[in-house]
Every structure is written in structure tokens, then in C-alpha cells.
């Protein structure tokens, strides 16, 4: 089955979802906001419809389903909490959210990213919560990486990836003191305002979330101001607020880099790796950020991680 008619489906499913909870709709055509392999996401009015990612397992879901729907102070809630199918692919519904403006990074809601973070940090994980699978991930860049075929970048990605500890590189590099439920892929565009325009920002997007080490889900903007690409400023913004809520991922104050260090190495990795997948399937060069990507990886492989950070908390 092709992407196209799954996609024309879930409008329809969107559409149907939409008009039975408001009386007044403009019934404009249904609004692609995403279309890949591993998602592919409609909105109708006020409704979304998202297709996950085949393979995903109806359970695990359906238990992170059931973390969003009990915590809508951190979490956009799902619409509804059965799950239902589509071309062999499970279909959730969601309230529609404002994304970020891509336009405006002045606006960039650190803060609320920070403070989200740690809100959903300090909650207890439900037992029987699949791991965060944020480690599964770049487990699997690699893999990529590794069957994509010869590349100049390859070596000093996989030389960094080699370089991380055991525990960094297995697929779960979750659980044991200091787990927490995590989010898995943090990032501006995981945020909404809810109501739309203008309500309070809201975590979206529960394909990995799980209990894990709570460090990861820092990763990524860690590991973007460590290679250059995001600002200084912002990356404070970010880290105050999240230990002004409470976050445990790292000292309430002080040093935070021996906890971030390996998570953060291991999503420049992840990242690289993905980039450099990539460009041998389109047949181009690496671009600019994608070589800034490369060389930090480079410098990686020389620079043992920091020794505080070598077991998870």
C-alpha cells in the first residue's frame, strides 16, 4: 500500500473525528503536517490524526497513551484512548496545538521546554512503561550508517560511536538507579500551545517515551551548543529552567557536563549518522551543518568522554 492512500484515509478519519465533536466546521481540505516512513500526521479543524510508524507495538502505545492522557499539564492529551488501524498501521487522534514558529527563534520557548522537562522528570513512570527509546535510536542511525554504503564521514562517526561506553550504545541504556520517564526525542519541535493560538506549551508526540535515564532527553540541545549550533544564551534558557523545576538530570548547580557528556556525544552520533545516511542516498555532499556535525564527531574519537559521566545516574 502506498504512503499516498493512507495519507487520503486518514484525512477522512481526521475529518470523521472532527465533525463528531463540533457542530461547525469549514470542512477545508485536510492539512498534511507530516508524511514519513515512520509518521504520517493530518488535521482537519481542530482534530489531528497521526498513523505511527509500522511495527509499533499496540501495548507499548497504548501504555504511553495512557502517561499523556494522565499527565495534561506536561503532556497533550490524546483524544481518545482506543487505539485504531490503518493499512496495518495503529491511528491516534489528537486535539490540535501551535507548533513553534521556525521563523522566529527569538521566541524559541526554552523556558517551557526546560520547565516541561523536568515536570515530567519528577513523575514516577507507571510500572510496566517500556523504555524511553531514545538509545534504540541511534542505535539504529548506526546500523544505517554501517549498511549505507562507503563514505569519507563514516570513520569518524563510527570511530565516536566505538568510543562511547557499553551502556551509551545498547538499545534500552535505561534502567537502574535514577531512571525516570523520559520523553525519548526532545526537541522545539516536540512543543504545542494548547488551545491554539496562545495557550500553554504542551510536550508532544509519545512514540518514546519510557522510563530511561533522564539525561538523554538533554541530549540534544546539549549536544547542539557543544558543536556550535545553538547559541550560548539559549542553551542557558534552557538548562536554568529545567533545574529551577526540580530537574534531576543534573546538579541543582555547578557543572552539569559530567552528566550530559555520553548522551549528548551519543545524539551527535545519532545525528551525524542519519546526516551522512542521508547524503548517500540523495548522492550529495554533506552540507554546512552536517560537516560541523561530522568534525565534532571527529574530535570526539580523540577526547575521552568525561569519566563522571561513564555509568548512568
Do not use: N
Not at 552540507?287 to 575521552?304: F, K, Q, T, W
Amino acid at each position: 500500500m502506498t504512503a499516498r492512500p493512507l495519507l487520503a484515509q486518514l484525512a477522512l478519519r481526521a475529518a470523521s473525528r472532527a465533525h463528531s465533536t463540533v457542530t461547525d466546521c469549514s470542512c477545508e481540505a485536510a492539512a498534511t503536517l507530516a508524511d514519513r516512513a515512520d509518521a504520517t500526521v493530518v488535521r482537519h479543524a481542530g482534530t489531528v490524526a497521526k498513523a505511527h510508524a509500522p511495527g509499533t507495538g499496540r501495548a507499548d502505545l497504548a501504555a504511553r497513551l495512557a502517561v499523556a492522557a494522565a499527565l495534561p499539564d506536561v503532556l497533550l492529551p490524546p483524544l481518545a484512548a482506543a487505539l485504531a488501524g490503518l493499512h496495518g498501521r495503529l491511528v491516534t487522534f489528537w486535539p490540535y496545538g501551535a507548533p513553534v514558529d521556525p521563523a522566529d527563534p527569538d521566541a524559541a520557548p526554552w523556558e517551557a521546554a526546560g520547565a516541561l522537562l523536568a515536570r515530567l522528570h519528577r513523575t514516577p513512570a507507571p510500572a510496566g512503561l517500556p523504555p524511553m527509546r531514545g538509545p534504540a535510536k541511534a542505535a539504529l542511525a548506526v546500523a544505517r550508517l554501517t549498511a549505507a554504503g562507503p563514505h569519507p564521514a563514516s570513520a569518524a562517526v563510527l570511530g565516536a560511536w566505538r568510543a562511547l561506553p557499553a551502556w551509551a550504545r545498547a538499545e534500552t541504556a535505561a534502567s537502574g538507579p535514577g531512571a525516570a520517564l523520559c520523553h525519548g526525542d526532545l526537541h522545539l519541535g516536540q512543543l504545542v500551545r494548547h488551545p491554539a493560538p496562545d495557550g500553554p506549551w504542551r510536550l508532544i508526540d509519545v512514540d518514546d517515551l519510557g522510563v530511561g535515564v533522564p539525561a538523554w532527553d538533554l541530549a540534544r540541545p546539549a549536544a547542539w551548543f557543544a558543536c556550535g549550533l545553538l547559541p550560548p544564551e539559549e542553551w542557558t534558557r534552557f538548562l536554568d529552567a529545567y533545574r529551577a523545576g526540580g530537574g534531576p538530570a543534573v546538579p541543582a548547580a555547578g557543572d552539569p557536563w559530567p552528566a550530559l557528556d555520553v548522551p549528548a556525544r551519543a545524539l551527535t552520533v545519532q545525528t551525524a549518522a542519519r546526516a551522512v545516511t542521508k547524503s548517500v542516498a540523495e548522492g550529495r555532499p554533506l552540507d554546512e551543518v552536517e560537516e560541523c556535525l561530522v568534525d565534532a564527531c571527529a574530535r570526539m574519537g580523540s577526547v575521552p568522554p568525561r569519566s563522571a559521566a561513564d555509568s548512568p545516574k
